[in-house]
């Protein structure tokens, strides 16, 4: 990038200087860059120091736990209440972290943990509890349920609440808070919940009364499910939770100014048939509505019918086998080029379920020029938000599938399926297969898909990882690829990994994790090993911050401010410590056999430290805010 003289960011660390700021402790980010830009020439420029942990403190435990002892025996109470929703449910497991406002709670869960009806997963943070629930609601299709207490507790939450609300995953939170004549006085371990997670959840609940508390939590649930599914967070105070409460089974009432919906406007979709009948350069684009919808079968009836080519969002990724013929991959940021080309050149983009991302279209204002377009969205917010829709559908994307398919034509294909062909051929994904390189990080991932028959859920942390997981593992079912694609939330992939192990006890799961992001929830190698759960965990470990290195390399002139990781465990060791199984790989040789070994290991995790080659940059790549033209297909000469 151009120097453009003095920048806001060298505003920001002249105020520091002035301030006499002499330590930043600072994790570095796309967002970031220009500021640790700046950095890199400061004299006393301080690495990557980030506090990653805190607990709940157990040290109110005591005095509560006396109040609690005696209450919890009178009567039928507000605890009760809600375990009794759960059991109404199906909810089996839960993943919680205790503290002194949940105690009511917990010792209720006792007579159901004692009897088996939940599991209660304990996570070793609160914010691994909450990516495993959306883990396990991601590739179950159930509500996942997370539990922490108040202040830290429910802090730590805030990340996977934010992750999940960002690709709208069911999930229900239940926080403690402090007594409900303590709030707003600043008690122990209090926070405002509410306040705080307001924007990042669907809806939220402060609960005043044990009375209203089985009512809410089954709306609770019903919210996150229906429409565009969220995460919904209900705030009880300890003694709401402690107080006696009254059952009733009443009916689940509507809920006033919530309207889920249902099948699309018939005259649109008329419309919209008729356009797809008409259509010389069709694309289906879809996202992660058609994998919540359960509109994965009908969508490969439709293609199929039509003979239209698909192409998927990272969200979308599984609704649609990839290995079908009709598959054209990923387009945008780091997708295929071929996609990126089918979409750019759309006489008409069929979008399903996803929402004209920026990581999709780069700079909205050049993105498909010619495209007609038709919009299927669950969330009306969704239609012309980016780009105006010539037919927009409001409705579920199942619903709206059903009222479609009779209405279009069986298509043959042409023209623009020769120029499909043509951009396959010409513009594939390719690596770097030089052995003196190193192993490929590709190469890993695409063998991974091969010892797996591309039957594995695959998860991943943020990054190159998550990106060559995305080009090079194919998928060939709906929830088998969890990745947090909205918010890019490194850590998430290993406890939404047992989240998904737990859901699916039968099948492969593995996370595809960077050595960075791995260990941002690594704590939870002791959940999985308690659990003996057999989480693979694939590290491509190229001892940096890849993907923001990436940017520095490619547009900063590589000042690698604050992306070399130094210091990174031994991770052989630390899986031992914990009681899974851990191999280093240093040998492109070795890579088949390591992936088959750890598939032979059913009874605890197993950590594979994959050293790879530092410098790999991850191609495609369009350049954020840029357009199609300006795709980079392979390293730019001299990088
Ligand atoms: C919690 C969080 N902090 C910072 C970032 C910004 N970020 C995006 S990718 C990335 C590098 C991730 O490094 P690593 O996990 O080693 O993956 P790699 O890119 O090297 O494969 C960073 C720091 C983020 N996405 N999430
Ligand atoms: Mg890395």
């Known amino acids: 990038m151009p120097d453009k003289g003095f920048i806001g960011a060298d505003?920001?660390?002249?105020?520091?200087?002035?301030?006499?700021?002499?330590?930043?402790?600072?994790?570095?980010?796309?967002?970031l860059i220009p500021i640790y830009d700046r950095l890199y020439s400061k004299a006393r420029q301080v690495g990557i120091r980030c506090v990653f942990r805190g607990s709940a403190d157990p040290g109110s435990l005591k005095q509560n736990g006396r109040e609690v002892h005696r209450m919890a025996q009178a009567t039928f109470t507000g605890a009760d209440g809600l375990l009794k929703v759960f059991e109404q449910e199906g909810v089996n497991v839960v993943f919680g972290f205790p503290g002194g406002a949940v105690i009511p709670i917990y010792d209720k869960l006792y007579h159901k943990i004692q009897d088996g009806s939940i599991l209660h997963v304990l996570p070793r943070h609160e914010q691994g509890g909450a990516h495993a629930a959306d883990g396990y609601a991601r590739s179950t299709g159930k509500v996942g349920v997370v539990m922490a207490t108040s202040g830290p507790g429910a802090m730590n939450l805030v990340t996977g609440l934010a992750t999940a609300y960002m690709d709208s995953v069911p999930i229900v939170a239940i926080t403690g808070q402090v007594k409900t004549h303590a709030i707003g006085k600043d008690a122990f371990q209090e926070a405002d919940t509410i306040g705080v997670t307001m924007p990042i959840t669907k809806h939220n609940y402060l609960l005043k009364n044990a009375c209203d508390l089985p009512d809410v939590v089954r709306e609770a649930f019903y919210i996150a499910r229906t429409g565009r599914p969220g995460p919904v967070l209900i705030d009880v105070p300890f003694d709401v939770s402690a107080a006696a409460c009254t059952w009733h089974d009443r009916e689940f009432s509507p809920i006033p100014g919530y309207d889920p919906p249902g099948p699309g406007d018939p005259e649109l979709v008329r419309k919209a048939a008729e356009m797809i009948n008409a259509a010389e350069k069709p694309v289906l684009y879809i996202g992660g509505g058609v994998v919540s919808s359960g509109a994965s079968d009908l969508l490969r009836e439709l293609a199929r019918k039509t003979n239209i080519?698909?192409?998927?969002?990272?969200?979308?990724?599984?609704?649609?086998?990839?290995?079908?013929?009709?598959?054209?991959?990923?387009?945008?940021?780091?997708?295929?080029?071929?996609?990126?080309?089918?979409?750019?050149h759309a006489g008409l983009i069929i979008c399903i379920g996803a929402r004209f991302d920026d990581r999709v279209t780069g700079d909205p204002s050049k993105f498909a020029p010619e495209a007609k377009v038709i919009h299927i969205d669950v969330d009306r917010a969704e239609i012309n938000k980016v780009r105006r829709a010539d037919v927009g559908i409001h409705g579920d994307a199942k619903k709206v599938l059903e009222q479609l398919l009779p209405q279009v034509n069986p298509r043959q294909p042409g023209a623009w399926e020769a120029h499909l062909d043509e951009w396959r051929r010409t513009h594939p994904l390719s690596y770097n297969t030089d052995p003196d390189d190193g192993i490929a990080p590709q190469y890993i991932v695409e063998t991974l898909g091969e010892?797996?028959?591309?039957?594995?859920?695959?998860t991943t942390e943020v990054g190159q990882n998550q990106m060559w997981a995305c080009q090079y593992y194919k998928c060939v079912r709906p929830r088998q690829f969890l990745t947090s694609s909205g918010l890019g939330t490194m850590g998430y992939g290993f406890p939404a990994a047992i989240g998904a192990q737990l859901g699916n006890p039968d099948k492969v799961v593995v996370d595809i994790a960077g050595d960075g992001s791995i260990q941002m929830c690594i704590q939870e190698l002791a959940t999985a090993v308690v659990h003996q759960l057999p989480v693979k965990i694939v590290i491509l470990n190229n001892s940096c911050l890849g993907m923001v290195r990436q940017w520095q390399d490619l547009f900063y002139d590589k000042r690698y401010s604050g992306t070399l990781l130094t210091g990174n465990p031994d991770f052989v060791k630390l899986a031992e410590a914990y009681g899974a199984a851990g191999f280093k790989v240093d040998r492109k040789e070795d890579v088949r056999a390591t992936l088959e070994k750890s598939l032979e290991i059913n009874d605890r995790p197993t950590i594979m430290d994959f050293r790879i080659p530092g410098e790999e940059n991850v191609y495609p790549m369009i350049p954020a805010g840029k357009t199609f033209d300006d795709m980079m297909e392979t390293a730019p000469v001299g990088v």
């Open 451 to 458: 010892v797996t028959g591309n039957e594995a859920i695959v």
């Open 309 to 344: 080519c698909v192409v998927h969002t990272t969200m979308g990724k599984g609704a649609f086998p990839e290995t079908d013929p009709l598959s054209m991959g990923m387009p945008g940021m780091h997708g295929m080029a071929y996609a990126s080309h089918a979409l750019q």
């Open 11 to 31: 505003a920001v660390l002249k105020v520091f200087e002035e301030q006499d700021v002499d330590v930043i402790f600072g994790y570095p980010g796309a967002a």
